[in-house]
């Protein structure tokens, strides 16, 4: 084991930040949207159904812009796990 061990690096952090500074925007403005959208227009009938998948789009659109942005920021300096072992069929 060496007793001592190299400083972090700082490109991962910076990756995750500037990652955070792109979602951040476009979270806020996909929220602002719903949220204008569930105020303005009535939610009956079709018109309801498409508010709905236009929600379920904007969620995933969220999720993975910021699980874009925790991939960018982790460590990635780690050893990986072990080894999954596939059974063939």
């Known amino acids: 084991m060496d007793p001592n061990p190299t400083a972090p690096r700082h490109s991962r952090w910076r990756r995750g930040i500037y990652a955070a500074w792109l979602v951040i925007p476009f ?13 303005l227009a009535p939610l009956g ?6 508010f709905a998948v236009t929600l379920l789009g904007s969620v995933v659109a969220i999720w993975a812009g910021w699980r874009w942005t ?13 080894a999954k072992t596939r059974i063939p069929t």
């Open 27 to 39: 979270t806020a403005s996909q929220v602002w949207a719903l949220l204008v959208l569930l105020r």
């Open 45 to 50: 009938g079709l018109l309801g159904q498409a």
């Open 70 to 82: 925790w991939q960018l920021g982790r460590d990635r300096d780690r050893l990986p796990g072990p």
